[in-house]
């Protein structure tokens, strides 16, 4: 099945499932929205181009780390949201266990691969005391 095909069988799917009224804000900037203006060949809004530049500039300022530590605070407070949503009702917990265990399960795993990203990178760094007494051993005693 072709890409464009499978896009346009999820939006058809999609919106027999959707409440009429979306709001305006998530058919614009939401997933939705850009698998509809894909699904049409509209331009994709200004505000995804902005998202994108700034993902773009964390990486490169911050690194994969950086990046990667976002991401699984991200993943973990959006756990911890639909955990606390979850505990207000039975039908509440019943609907968002799904979303709940996947969250979970997707945080656990970023997790994993950050403190794997983490070891590796602590390989290549060094602190200040050791890489000040390296300079110093070289040079001679100036008493």
């Not at 500039?57 to 973990?76: D, F, P, T």
Request: hydrophobic letters at 35%.
């Amino acid at each position: 099945m072709k890409l464009s095909d499978a896009t346009e069988k999820f939006i058809d799917e999609a919106d027999g499932k959707q409440p009429s009224g979306r709001s305006l804000n998530a058919q614009k900037h939401g997933a939705y929205g850009y698998l509809n203006r894909v699904k049409n060949d509209q331009p994709i809004p200004e505000s995804l181009s902005l998202v994108e530049s700034a993902v773009q500039r964390e990486l490169l300022e911050g690194g994969a780390l950086n990046l990667m530590r976002a991401n699984v605070i991200r993943l973990q407070t959006s756990a911890d949201l639909l955990w606390s949503y979850m505990k207000s009702s039975s039908d509440n917990f019943h609907s968002g266990l799904r979303s709940f265990g996947w969250l979970t399960n997707a945080s656990i795993r970023a997790l994993e691969k950050l403190a794997v990203l983490e070891k590796d990178t602590a390989r290549d760094r060094i602190d200040l005391v050791t890489a000040m007494s390296q300079i110093t051993e070289g040079e001679p005693d100036e008493s």
